[in-house]
C-alpha cells in the first residue's frame, strides 16, 4: 500500500496515527505530495482525488481512498489489534457519531478559521478568502 500525504499536517497526522496504532508501516511507503508547490492542486494529484487533499491511500491493486474516516475503517478492518473502530453495533455507531461530531464541528472549523481568518497555506494555494466565515466556525 501506498499513502500520498506531507508530515507535519493534521489530516495526515490522524493517518499516520492510525497506522502506528495497527503496526503498518512495514506495509506502507509513503510518497510525499509537495503541498506548499501546490503539487495536490495538479491533474497527476487530482486524477488520483478529484478534492485535491491529502492524505490518499493506494491499495495495493490501485484503488485510491481519500477521506480520513474512510481510510481509517480500511486500515481497521486489516488484521491487527487494537480495534480502532468499534467490534460491536453499539461501538461503530457511537465511534462513528463521535468521528462526525469532530469532523464537522471541530477539524472543519478550525480548517476555515485557518484558511479564511489567517494567511493559511497562502494566496497561490488559497486565493478566495472570506475571513467573515470564520465567525460562522467559531460561533456555529
Ligand atoms: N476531509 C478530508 C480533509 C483532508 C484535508 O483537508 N487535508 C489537508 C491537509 S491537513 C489538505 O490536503 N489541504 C490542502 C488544501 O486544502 O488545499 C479528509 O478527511 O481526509
Request: glycine share 8%; hydrophobic share 40%.
Amino acid at each position: 500500500m501506498k499513502i500520498y500525504d506531507i508530515p507535519g499536517f493534521p489530516s495526515p497526522l490522524r493517518i499516520r496515527v492510525v497506522i502506528a496504532e495497527k503496526a503498518l508501516a512495514s506495509q506502507i511507503e509513503f510518497i510525499k505530495v509537495d503541498l506548499p508547490a501546490a503539487e495536490h492542486k495538479q491533474s497527476a494529484f487530482l486524477a488520483i482525488n478529484p478534492t485535491g487533499t491529502v492524505p490518499v491511500l493506494q491499495l495495493d491493486d490501485g484503488t485510491y481512498l481519500s477521506e480520513c474516516t474512510a481510510i481509517t475503517e480500511y486500515l481497521d478492518n486489516l488484521e491487527g489489534n487494537p480495534t480502532l473502530t468499534g467490534t460491536t453495533a453499539k461501538e461503530k455507531g457511537l465511534i462513528h457519531m463521535m468521528q462526525k461530531r469532530a469532523d464537522d464541528q471541530l477539524i472543519d472549523a478550525i480548517g476555515i478559521y485557518f484558511h479564511h481568518a489567517t494567511d493559511g497555506l497562502g494566496a497561490q494555494l488559497k486565493p478566495y478568502k472570506k475571513p467573515e466565515w470564520s465567525d460562522r466556525a467559531v460561533w456555529g
